[in-house]
C-alpha cells in the first residue's frame, strides 16, 4: 500500500469511527455518568459531588481494532491544589483554577496522537 493510500485509509477509518453509534454511545455514557452523579449527590457539598465525579471517571476507554482507542480519566483537584496568581489591575489575584482535572487521550496504532486536558470549575 502506498503512502497516500494508507493515509486516505487511515482518514477514512477514523472519520467512520468517530462518527459511529459506538462512538457515539461511549459519549453519551460519559455525559449520563456526570449527570447521574450530580442529580444523585445535589444535596452534598460540591467537593463531595466532584469526588463522585472523579471517582467515575479512573478510566473510561473506548477500542476500535487496534489502531484506534481513545480514553478519558478525571483528577480531583479542588482547594490547595489548584490555586492559581496572576496579574490583575496592578494587583496580583489569587483564585482556585478549577475543581476536577478531565484528561483525554487519543492513541493511533500505539502511539499518542492527540493529549487533552480540561480543567473544569
Do not use: C
Not at 455525559?31 to 471517571?57: G, H, L, M
Not at 478510566?59 to 483537584?77: H, P, Q, Y
Not at 490555586?83 to 490583575?88: D, L, R
Amino acid at each position: 500500500m502506498r503512502n497516500w493510500e494508507w493515509q486516505n485509509y487511515f482518514v477514512e477509518n477514523f472519520f467512520s469511527w468517530i462518527n459511529s453509534v459506538e462512538f457515539s454511545e461511549f459519549i453519551t455514557r460519559l455525559a449520563d455518568d456526570i449527570r447521574i452523579k450530580i442529580a444523585s449527590n445535589y444535596n452534598k457539598d460540591e467537593p463531595d459531588i466532584v469526588k463522585e465525579i472523579t471517582a467515575s471517571f479512573k478510566e473510561k476507554s473506548l477500542m476500535r481494532g487496534k489502531f484506534f482507542r481513545v480514553k478519558t480519566s478525571a483528577e480531583f483537584i479542588h482547594g490547595s491544589k489548584s490555586q492559581v496568581i496572576f496579574p490583575f489591575d496592578k494587583n496580583e489575584l489569587q483564585r482556585e483554577l478549577g475543581d476536577i482535572v478531565f484528561i483525554t487521550v487519543l492513541r493511533i496504532n500505539r502511539n499518542f496522537t492527540l493529549r487533552k486536558l480540561s480543567i473544569i470549575q
